[in-house]
């Protein structure tokens, strides 16, 4: 491991930058890393494989994520021009992440080796024609994962936006070439149109309640199931024979009333560490990277007025927001508890190994255990090494859906869903559909603003995807109300039948979208539970009589509830020694229910006469 200074990498880069248009004297320090203070080469310019900082990536990314091997690209002049690309994307824009990098390598290496295959050894005999042919052999091409599928549009682009890059970069060298397309696009040739649909899979109801009961149940057993783990890890085997000492380990274990023998106590470790990360997913909407990096003891409460608030620390690198924090409920900090106690033994073994990464002067070794101490996610990896490492993006995913798999669900699982799923339970929740997690959830109902003022230090895009989700859902439901067979009840229903006959009459509006999404902006949205209030003030509230307030609109989703209530009252109505005040009370508020319902299209006189016929009886 070599050490640099600040001032030798910056003199490097700058000659190399200067030496690029030439391609003389290409050779120097292209990429460092840090460690206990001390800068470090990664890889010189020169070398086969360049290795990009550890430093950049987090931590839960696989070390082979950082490696771009020039030996994957054949012909020695289009590894040349390759090398020049990357140097200039690594150095002019030090906002590409190295998964962004990482990536611009692979599509670098489809183009590059194609041309090759085509007999064109140097990018400068490319031209609109040899471009068309590239296009072309893209769209032949096949999903890795769908052998049968075409590559999706999005796909596509990126490698098409790879020749483009390369266009850019190498105008001032020798291997220059003129637009790939110069009456078209990437995007255009990809056929990519942008959606504002989000891909994103929201989990459905029942299998995400499924998934956080098992959830919940194993980590109820997380002090039953550590303490064997911690008995076995005193206990001494009178064998010296691996198998024996198994079948010893296996009896001890039956004798502390585990009966499922070792192989199944290590295999529902990790079902309960799978099923400590879907309650963190699913209670707070946090990021796969951001789970790696929640270190141990990163977590706080506070109390106001009387009541406990919990946040949970990480450091989020996608957005750049360095250290921040999630509201989460107390679940949340239960599995980080218990994930901290499972990962001991493994934060054991990595001190150890830091130790003596630091006592060899391995610093790139040290860089990497630094990254990794104290993190609550991690695991041995595979391979020659078996190092210890933080569970990665794909091996998490993996384990989800295994997770969700062993539950009888063929829903495939991954980690992303879980913060879509997170922004739309919280706005049902604040809206009054009240689905499972909604104990986990009850201080989203607060005012945004107020949650910010808690803690400054909050995933703020986090709120930008629950505002995103409440505004769809508004849309969806003032929408909803401007249909013309849209049946409706309460003070604000005429109001909005009037404004249907108006947006028939009067164009102002591109298409009937634009124009819902206009008018729900100026619709402040809140449940009551009977119905849907637009009072934005607070004042003059009608105290539970939705049905006559101006800012009032009840549509068929509240039919459930009237019609209940309206044969609550009926039962109430039967009781003997009802005085004459709770008789009057039960007949307005059935009149309430008779109005409302007739509004809604119920046929109440045939409800009348079914219940006639059951008094009857």
Wanted: charged share 30%.
């Amino acid at each position: 491991m070599i050490e640099t200074s600040g001032a030798e990498v910056l003199a490097n880069r700058e000659r190399l930058l200067k030496a690029l248009p030439s391609g003389e004297g290409l050779h120097g320090i292209i990429t460092t890393d840090r460690a206990d203070g001390l800068l470090y080469v990664l890889s010189r310019y020169e070398d086969p494989e360049w290795w990009l900082p550890k430093s950049k990536s987090t931590a839960n990314r696989n070390d082979a994520d950082r490696k771009l091997n020039f030996a994957r690209i054949t012909g020695e002049q289009l590894r040349f021009e390759a090398k020049i690309i990357l140097a200039r994307s690594i150095w002019r824009e030090r906002e590409l992440s190295n998964g962004t990098i990482k990536a611009l390598f692979g599509d670098l290496v489809c183009w590059l080796n194609w041309l090759h295959e085509q007999g064109i050894s140097t990018q400068e005999k490319v031209t609109p024609l040899v471009a068309a042919r590239y296009v072309e052999f893209v769209h032949r091409l096949t999903s890795a994962k769908r052998p049968f599928n075409p590559l999706a549009s999005q796909t596509k682009a990126h490698k098409f936006f790879a020749v483009e890059r390369c266009w850019q970069l190498l105008r001032d060298t020798p291997s220059a070439f003129g637009h790939p397309w110069p009456e078209s696009s990437a995007v255009s040739l990809a056929g990519h149109k942008q959606s504002t649909k989000a891909k994103t899979k929201i989990i459905p109801d029942n299998i995400l309640r499924h998934l956080f009961q098992h959830a919940e149940s194993l980590l109820g057993q997380a002090d039953i199931l550590l303490a064997h783990r911690d008995a076995l890890a005193d206990f001494k085997p009178c064998s010296e024979k691996r198998t024996t000492q198994a079948s010893e380990m296996s009896r001890y274990l039956k004798s502390r009333g585990w009966d499922s023998g070792l192989g199944a106590l290590n295999s529902t470790f990790l079902d309960l560490r799978d099923g400590c990360f879907v309650i963190i997913l699913a209670a707070t909407g946090i990021r796969a990277h951001e789970l790696g990096n929640i270190r141990r003891d990163q977590w706080h409460s506070e109390v106001r007025d009387g009541e406990r608030f919990y946040f949970l620390g990480s450091r989020s690198d996608k957005t750049y927001a360095g250290e921040t924090s999630w509201l989460c409920p107390e679940i949340a900090i239960r599995a980080v508890k218990v994930l901290e106690r499972l990962s001991e033994p493994l934060q054991t073994e990595l001190e150890q190994a830091l130790r003596a990464a630091e006592a060899s002067g391995d610093l790139k070794e040290v860089t990497r255990l630094r990254q990794c101490s104290g993190c609550i996610g991690l695991t041995k990896g595979g391979g020659k090494r078996n190092c210890i490492t933080v569970l990665s993006g794909p091996t998490l995913n993996k384990r989800l859906r295994m997770f969700a798999k062993n539950l009888g669900t063929d829903w495939k699982l991954a980690s992303h869903q879980f913060r879509r799923t997170f922004a739309n339970y919280v706005v049902h929740h604040k809206l009054g559909d009240l689905r499972y997690l909604r104990d986990h959830f009850k201080h989203w109902s607060l005012d945004m603003t107020v949650l910010y003022a808690m803690n400054e230090a909050q995933d703020l895009e986090l709120y930008d995807e629950i505002y995103a989700a409440f505004d769809g859902k508004r849309q969806a439901i003032v929408g909803h109300w401007l249909e013309p067979d849209t049946l409706l009840s309460g003070g604000m229903a005429g109001h909005i039948r009037q404004m249907r006959s108006r947006s028939e009459e009067v164009r102002t509006y591109k298409d009937r979208k634009e124009m819902i999404q206009a008018i729900s902006e100026l619709v402040f949205l809140r449940s009551t539970g009977i119905a849907w209030c637009t009072n934005d003030t607070g004042v003059d509230c009608a105290g539970g009589q939705c049905e006559d307030c101006e800012h009032g609109c009840i549509d068929d989703t509240h039919k459930p509830f009237w019609e209940g209530l309206y044969l609550q009252q009926i039962e109430l109505r039967q009781i003997d020694d009802l005085d004459d005040s709770g008789s009057k009370t039960v007949e307005r508020t059935m009149e309430r229910c008779e109005k409302v319902l007739t509004d809604l299209g119920f046929d109440i006189n045939r409800l009348k006469e079914q219940v006639a016929d059951v008094e009857a009886i």
